[in-house]
């Protein structure tokens, strides 16, 4: 051990005045005679902590200064060790107010401090007693008998009475900051301590006491560090009640500046709290081995010039712990694990069997089912369930809203609801990842919008041609799971992802501000209005004696002519009090329809005034609310979980505000569309629970689904299974495994049933998932201030998707209520989401990239390694293959051959291959789920300048920094 | 010189197998055997710098390695130097694509490698040759003949093969990031250099190329530094075209790794590019003084433990540079100057002579007044031009808006633009301080409100009472520029200034709101409207036969009824075509004045459609471009002259676009009312330009009036003086003097003459004042990646101001088009107004900070040393102050009193002082206008948490940052 001779020293070792040396080589891996620190240290901890490794403890320091304060008397001097600074992982300052705590920072140390503190370790008194590993008594004697332990070393140093007086200050009281000086003469008695802070703490961890101070009496200055055999317990040192093992004194003569001492004292502190020296600190045997700790801390430090740094800065601390796999020995695997392809993941392999993957899947989960169910016993859980319910029925509700304007009322709100009790229920009792949360998605949207579209066009019945995409769809993705074929998703990369993903949020974007426009032409502007004030809106429906033929009832505007029911066409008795939704089209189109006449001056000049403007204000403030709520997580206001509760509430919060104002306003804008009681969107009259598989259609529309089948099943297939591999992704750490088959069985059951009942179908919702995945996460609870708590994993369970659904399930009930609720604040949310999910896009990150010059660039990976002209070249093609996408979406003619197109763009990317080298890819385009989260997070934190952030994360991170000490 | 030895490098010393040393102080006060390097550096740089003060030029620092290419022939390697790394004040890395650099950033060294450049500096070849200060001629012979004397001196130490291979490599050509490889083999003929870049460097800079490389012939590293007497020019080392006064080549054999070379070699390029080593590196005699600048540098850098910062993290350059000013040895007055009373500056010290500061002000800007035209001689006072004349136009029509509607069309837009001609034009050519820029204020606005209000209620005239308020209010201002009596702003201190400015800023939102709102009474929705479509409005203006009396016309209405000027009263042919802006009230008023009645059925259930909904829609859209064109100056997008293009006229954007939109709608929003041609607001038959002295008024109403202009006089003055302070302060640099009596003196006569002519008053105003002084500073223009441009002072003139606002008088002409801007518009410019100038105001940030858990409170200078309570409480009295003034301007019989309690803030402000302590006062409450900007940033730079921001500065901060290197 005492071969140790630090390899990087010698510099001063060499005389000015003397002639040169033979130059020595820089690197040190030829010269035997000096050793790396680092190399050192690796041997040492790897030698001791394979025979002792339980006596390392986490450390928590606390750096005491000594001040004279009143004595007793009130007239004398009384010397106290007043709290400074304290450290877990980062430092933390006691303010010169004396009662609040600086935010944690990261030390900041002058490199002669670090050397003084290595010089005095080395010379000063050093007494290392073997640790005690086992939690055994306390020390016997308590602080009394080290003091004269450490007297009696320091005696023939520095004298009888330096020695003495070093003991009397080793015994002189602390003072907290949660005591008052005035507390002292109480002894031990009413000791005060900081429970709420002991919380942030290891429960093992031990404490390391630092002393230092100026002292009239001392001739030289005097360094004392102790390690313990038995912990200090129960002695009033520390601010929190903890077994102390460390003691380091540091004492100057008086002249000597008290900072200056604790310039040097503060460089222990931080080694001491260093992951590695804490360690060395334990296990050293000798003054050499710790002398080589500080060396091996040293070659990990950077220095930041003057220019760049002060020593009174205080650093935040880093968003990402800076890597330091490197300085542990036992740690030989690489740091960055190989890319593992999807197909590798667990439960995506091809087993070449029928139905192999399917069985694997249910032998993997059926031993957790129990478990699934008791695992939800924690408070957490309620938090979940109330938390995913008011984020699944607002998107159930506006999807119900959107899928009724895009079917005339066949699917509508009603329809979704009844949808989600029965999906949901049913993949929360038998899915393999029941963490997964189903819902309606833009794909399914659009799809069902085409083949309604496909259906007017050719005068088919709708729901009975759906039935028969339905079967067929169910039987296409039984087949996937037959085969196996979920392996296939290691084809999908974020390119084609993120251009589909793309084309998603622009339908949303495009629809919300579409739909919000079409009311303008339901309820037009008066435009002719002038002050003149003649405005004569006289037009009223008269019957007309000429009875022509009954044009035949759509279905839709039957249930706003309650009259037509009793065959008497007295129109102008038309009563608004029974319309479910207003729709002037149908209104205008209807006197004439049974026959009457508008008569009067104003027919002409028909308008509805104030609805447009109104609805366009609902419409900006439900996105606006939305939007502002939802960044109220990284705000600063208010505390955390109050912030967390608006952020994740933000879209039923911004929903119920604006109906309320609405409501108040009565102003008769479009409503939801959906029954008092418990019937479909349209009443029984046009529709009823069970769909007939024919209807009034030809025969051979049941082969022509097939086309639209295979379509439907690749969209399905797509969103289910990209979302599956996001929650089951590495890092969530999820212990009870996945069953990607199990799932897509589940969802292609539902879609059967679905489509036998007329209802909309559900497929995972990725961001409602992530939710879930992350309401439920279990997280270390001891957290230094200033660090980031480390996931343990998740409470994997079936109850909280379970109850989530039963309770949308309930929400029939609801809708006298729901009925209130204006379309254009469905519209907002409907934008509000589309907005949202184009922030965190890589491929939106690179559109701005071409819109900033050069020196503005955010400092982004691919960036680094790529030339600027090939980024964009990969960004244009992937615009490109976004614009032909919503090209086919948009000619009506082709527009149902969307989802071959998205499967097409797997080919584009594998064209690709030709264009790009594999580094540019890699660094272009990953697998996607496995490793978005964590590049977008590494970005933020090397630049700063970023301009896109994705919400979710953004949120994720504030709240995690938010995690810090009082 | 040689007697230097290191104070803090005995550590390595100390053998650790030797018992242990008598403990030495780690002060090294008392100890003579040792040196502390800063003193050491500090004295040979006093001594030095005496002597030879020319001779430091600043660095441009350049790091090349040593790559093989493929040779001409295509198949053997040659070597060549390839450039790597470059330093101005921070480093850059050159990006692997090889034509991109990375953002600069701070250099992070390893400790190691900073000791390892250290021992090569001292035991390698280091040639110190005496500087030639002059500008003389290049080194004879070049860079043959210096690796000629390299290799001379090598021989000895490495042998002949070694020494002639550095000679080799120092020949080798070095290919610099503009150049490519296969453009080697022509020579210096086609050399490139990078013209753009070498603006970042100083016109004066030298060149120190750094070359590192690893060798396979040599047996030993070889450490090359060499200073030249006479720098080597037209060598092609560098990308740019520099004076080459320093080389240092650091080779190592084949086996070290290169990476670990570049290391060492970055620390000596960080070394040379130190403020103060660099100094040394000029003037060192001998390498013991070198050695010890090394040591200098490492005294004042800072480590940070592994835990905060690793090798590969680019540091952005920080917002404010670190205090270094210790590290210099001239620099002997304190850093922070005392606390300057504003009484104490320059121009505010009372003379006691009668108008002895108006005679001192005079005296000190006469001998500058040609120069004051001159000075305007620059490119850059165009762009200002343009800049403050859409900067003042906005406000001054908005102010004319609000004043038409708060005067009933006494006071508007084009009396606005007039006063701005006269008050403008007179300003820009007598006053003290030309750059201040006049303008309407809230203040002002507020009391011209209330006068209004009080001529009602007691039926007097209002622009004769004005005419005497005016009057006496000038004559009172000519007293306080008689009696010097500016110097009382110094009893002004933040505490007065935020809580009168919150005042203004709520009463800009509430008014902005509440002129909204009323415009629902004006044009009121149709909450009547059914879709039962029963809408029978029918209603018309008859004449009624019982012709009745007329009741007198106000002035407003007669304008919209040219039908009146008949004698005619037929209502019912009113034309909208000739109102100038329709206002229901009068209008619904109109027929039964003429003795007319409304008739019909709808005559009860009178509405506008449209017309408010539409209105909130345009003061929405106003708000939000306004705000976010005013935000994207701190954009990444487009270059930064596009983004302050934008950010600079973001209120006429914003006005122009929504202008535009209401025009193409024509929906008869209200708007703002002007007349088509020159003539006052209400036309020349309710008012001429020539206000009579009494009117219709009573004699006492020109003695009453005193009391109103007194209270005027407070609010111009407080108005007047807060801007000159803010505008005359120390960090702006002004080099021709304030001017404050001669300021308030213009001020007054202008005020006497506007209120002869019956046109608003114009007082400095803040905002517009601060963006002229920005839009003509003069900055330093070679500035360092990453490296704030110095001010260097202000282009101080007169033309700017006057051409501004003699193009404001020829606005006139543009009422035209000024009469269509709707006041949805003007009150959504309001709005901002009031909400810009919320941020950045420390009261708003105090305030938050009630709502922040403490966790998450900024890091704020007063949070550090007051308790959290006594801020509280300071922030309640102050908005208890606000709430008075608030709750004073309500109640309208005492609201004229309401300068009057401004004043009281300051008695307040003093009461303060026996409640907090100085310390606390200090720290909570500055003297305002010389220290507001500094702390601002210097709490920003601290926290990265806060949250409020103050619009402009942000914009400031960011350009700075945006003037980064390509």
């Known amino acids: 051990m005492s071969s140790y001779k630090p390899a990087y020293f010698r510099v001063a070792s060499v005389d000015p005045s003397q002639p040169p040396q033979q130059p020595q080589q820089p690197q040190q891996h030829q010269q035997q005679s000096t050793t790396d620190p680092a190399e050192f240290v690796r041997d040492l901890l790897a030698k001791e902590a394979c025979c002792e490794a339980t006596s390392v403890r986490p450390l928590f320091c606390q750096l005491d200064q000594l001040n004279s304060v009143p004595g007793p008397d009130g007239l004398s001097l009384t010397q106290v060790w007043r709290e400074k600074f304290r450290w877990i992982k980062f430092e933390e300052e006691l303010e010169v107010t004396g009662n609040r705590w600086s935010v944690p920072y990261v030390p900041v140390l002058s490199p002669f401090s670090v050397m003084e503190a290595r010089r005095q370790l080395d010379s000063g008194l050093t007494l290392l007693m073997k640790v005690d590993s086992d939690d055994g008594p306390a020390a016997a004697g308590g602080l009394k008998c080290i003091a004269e332990e450490v007297e009696a070393n320091l005696v023939t140093r520095l004298g009888t009475d330096a020695a003495e007086e070093v003991k009397r200050l080793l015994l002189t009281r602390h003072i907290n900051f949660v005591e008052k000086v005035e507390d002292k003469d109480e002894e031990n008695a009413g000791r005060k301590t900081n429970k709420k802070y002991r919380k942030k703490v290891h429960k093992d961890a031990e404490g390391c006491s630092i002393m230092v101070g100026a002292v009239q009496t001392l001739r030289a200055p005097v360094s004392v560090f102790v390690r313990l055999e038995q912990p200090l317990k129960d002695e009033p040192l520390m601010e929190i009640d903890l077994p102390i093992r460390f003691l380091y004194l540091l004492l100057g003569p008086k002249p000597s500046a008290l900072s200056d001492l604790v310039l040097v004292a503060k460089a222990v502190a931080t080694l001491m709290t260093d992951e590695i020296f804490h360690k060395v600190a334990y296990l050293a045997n000798s003054k050499v081995e710790l002398i080589a700790g500080v060396d091996e801390f040293l070659k990990c430090s950077s220095i930041l010039p003057p220019i760049g740094c002060s020593l009174t800065d205080r650093i935040p601390p880093p968003m990402e712990k800076p890597n330091t796999e490197h300085r542990h020995a036992d740690q030989k695997e690489p740091q960055e694990p190989a890319v593992v392809e999807h197909g590798e993941a667990e439960g995506l392999q091809r087993t070449g069997r029928l139905f192999g993957g399917l069985v694997q899947d249910v032998k993997r989960r059926a031993p957790w089912y129990k478990s699934d169910f008791l695992d939800a016993l924690h408070p957490q859980t309620i938090g979940s369930f109330f938390f995913i319910y008011f984020a699944c029925i607002a998107p159930i509700i506006t999807f119900g809203g959107m899928l009724s304007d895009a079917t005339n009322g066949y699917l509508g709100a009603m329809e979704s609801i009844l949808s989600g009790l029965i999906c949901g229920v049913s993949y929360a009792l038998f899915a393999g990842q029941p963490l997964t949360i189903l819902g309606s998605t833009g794909p399914v949207l659009v799809f069902e919008t085409i083949v309604f579209k496909m259906c007017d ?5 709708y729901l009975p041609f759906r039935w028969w995409i339905g079967m067929w769809t169910a039987l296409l993705l039984l ?54 004030h003649e405005v004569i809106v006289e037009c009223e429906c008269l019957p007309n004696d000429n009875l022509t033929e009954l044009i035949p009832v759509p279905p839709k505007m039957a249930r706003q002519l309650p009259t037509y029911r009793d065959g008497n066409v007295t129109v102008a008795n038309f009563s608004a009090m029974d319309y479910y939704s207003w729709d002037h089209d149908l209104f205008w189109r209807t006197c004439p329809q049974y026959g009457g006449v508008w008569v009067g001056r104003g027919c002409g000049l028909f308008n509805v005034p104030d609805v447009f403007f109104f609805s366009c204000l609902l419409f900006i403030a439900t996105f606006f609310l939305c939007y502002t709520l939802k960044k109220a997580r990284a705000s600063s206001l208010f505390p955390t979980f109050v912030r967390r509760l608006i952020s994740d509430f933000a879209v039923m919060i911004a929903i119920c505000v604006v109906t309320s104002v609405d409501y108040i306003m009565d102003l008769h804008t479009p409503k939801l569309l959906i029954p008092v009681s418990f019937e479909p969107t349209l009443g029984y009259t046009y529709r009823g629970w069970v769909v007939r598989p024919f209807g009034n259609n030809p025969w051979f529309t049941s ?37 990607f088959h199990l799932d897509l069985l589940v969802v292609a059951v539902c879609i059967a049933i679905n489509s036998a009942l007329g209802l909309p179908w559900f497929v995972a919702a990725t961001v409602l998932s992530i939710n879930h995945v992350l309401s439920l996460r279990e997280e270390s609870e001891c ?72 020196k503005n660039q955010p400092d982004m990976a691919c960036l680094r390694e790529v030339k600027l002209w090939r980024v964009h070249l990969f960004t244009g093609i992937q615009l490109g293959c976004f614009a032909l996408l919503w090209v086919v979406k948009k000619i009506s003619l082709i527009s ?19 264009v790009f080298t594999r580094n540019e890819l890699r660094l272009l385009d990953d697998l996607l789920p496995e490793q978005k989260l964590e590049e977008t997070i590494r970005l933020r934190r090397r630049s700063r300048m970023s301009t896109a952030v994705d919400l979710e994360e953004l949120a994720q991170a504030e709240d995690d920094e938010q995690e810090k000490a009082v």
């Open 457 to 461: 066009r050719y005068h088919w019945d």
């Open 479 to 532: 087949v996937t799971v037959a085969l196996d074929l979920s392996y296939l998703v290691k084809y999908i990369t974020r390119f084609t992802e993120e251009s589909f993903a793309l084309l998603i949020a622009v339908i949303f974007v495009y629809e919300a501000l579409a739909k919000l426009f079409k009311i303008s032409s339901d309820y037009p502007v008066n435009k002719y209005w002038h002050p003149k």
């Open 703 to 739: 082969l022509i689904a097939i086309g639209p089948a295979l379509l439907a099943t690749i969209l399905v297939f797509l969103d289910q299974q990209i979302t599956s591999v996001i929650v089951n992704r590495r890092e969530n750490k999820m212990r009870k495994g996945a069953g």
């Open 783 to 854: 957290t230094a201030p200033g660090e980031r708590p480390v996931l343990l994993g998740c409470r994997e369970n079936r109850v909280t998707g379970l109850l989530v659904f039963l309770c949308i399930g309930l929400s029939v009930f609801m809708s006298p209520l729901l009925r209130h609720i204006p379309m254009p604040v469905l519209y907002g949310v409907f934008l509000f989401m589309g907005v949202a999910s184009l922030n965190g896009m890589q491929l939106f990150d690179r559109f701005l990239l071409l819109l900033q010059p050069r």
């Open 896 to 914: 149902i051959a969307f989802p071959l197109m998205v499967l097409s763009l797997c080919f584009a990317r594998k064209l690709l291959d030709y």
